[in-house]
């Protein structure tokens, strides 16, 4: 079950599926969450989250009982102890991009290690390091100006002095 309480204890998305859903009312090339049912929408939300919980984010959690890093204080541009919209956006293409399996195949050679991998005239190429990114192009593109190299969330409209936490450093 998908528990979205923003600084919830036991929070383990920060969309609900009825937010997912609205999403995807307003979006093409849905049609892998569209013919997957409720539990299987669920679960790629849940992996979803893991997936943006794996990144740093500026500031501090807002409690220390959340279980998720949103919502944060220390954070200039996110003071209302919600989620951010494009943190909420990103989770739901990268939810898309769990239920398409050519996209979860891809993670799972990257994973293995194979640094090459071609089908007919399609090659790709994978460097050491990007296991561990977005599955989905989408939710990077959402994310771009808030996530460097490195992970950490910037914002190219936030001077870099707002960026850190009340104790002076990214958790």
């Given at each position: 079950m998908i528990d979205a309480t923003a600084g919830g204890a036991t929070a383990n998305s920060y969309v609900t599926l009825a937010d997912a859903e609205g999403y995807f009312a307003a979006r093409l090339g849905t049609e892998p969450w569209t013919t997957a049912d409720a539990a299987t929408r669920e679960s790629a939300l849940r992996m979803a989250t893991r997936a943006l919980e794996r990144l740093r984010w500026p500031g501090l959690r807002q409690n220390a009982m959340q279980t998720l890093s949103w919502p944060r204080t220390g954070v200039a541009w996110a003071t209302d102890g919600s989620v951010p919209q494009p943190v909420c956006d990103a989770q739901c293409e990268e939810a898309l991009a769990w239920l398409t399996p050519a996209l979860v195949r891809r993670r799972q050679l990257q994973t293995a290690g194979v640094t090459a991998a071609q089908v007919s005239d399609a090659r790709e190429t994978y460097a050491p390091g990007d296991v561990g990114t977005l599955l989905s192009a989408e939710a990077?593109?959402?994310?771009?100006?808030?996530?460097?190299?490195?992970?950490?969330?910037?914002?190219?409209?936030?001077?870099?002095?707002?960026?850190?936490?009340?104790e002076g450093g990214v958790q």
């Open positions: 990077r593109a959402l994310l771009a100006g808030w996530v460097t190299l490195g992970g950490c969330l910037v914002s190219d409209a936030v001077p870099d002095e707002h960026l850190l936490g009340s």
